[in-house]
Nanobody
Framework: QVQLVESGGGLVQAGGSLRVSCAAS????????MYWYRQAPGKQREGVAG???????YYTDSVKGRFTISRDNSKNTVFLQMNSLKPEDTAVYYC?????????WGQGTQVTVSS
């Protein structure tokens, strides 16, 4: 079955950097678009970044220029490099794959940015 496992979250000071990873199994990873979402306390889950099978990337406006999504098809892994972090980036970060017309989610990883 499809499984997504995130890792790499943690606590960082404002202005710092973190890289979160999402390892996928149960899919032909290179063929599916991958996405990062986040959910802050009391807020709806929002899309942060996406990357197509061909490597085209998309970002929400609030992270453009600070976050970079990438994928390593040899490792079935998608990454989100987060630089110049702000307290408002604090959230649980989730990866998602759309496979066979269905959404599959990981369990999430907490990112906390202190001011």
């Amino acid at each position: 079955q499809v499984q997504l496992v995130e890792s790499g979250g943690g606590l960082v000071q404002a202005g710092g950097s973190l890289r979160v990873s999402c390892a996928a199994s149960g899919i032909i990873f290179s063929m599916d678009p991958m996405y990062w979402y986040r959910q802050a306390p009391g807020k709806q889950r929002e899309g942060v970044a996406g990357i197509t099978a061909g490597g085209t990337t998309y970002y929400t406006d609030s992270v453009k220029g600070r976050f970079t999504i990438s994928r390593d098809n040899s490792k079935n892994t998608v990454f989100l490099q987060m630089n110049s972090l702000k307290p408002e980036d604090t959230a649980v970060y989730y990866c998602k794959v759309v496979h066979g017309g269905e959404d599959y989610w990981g369990q999430g990883t907490q990112v906390t940015v202190s001011s």
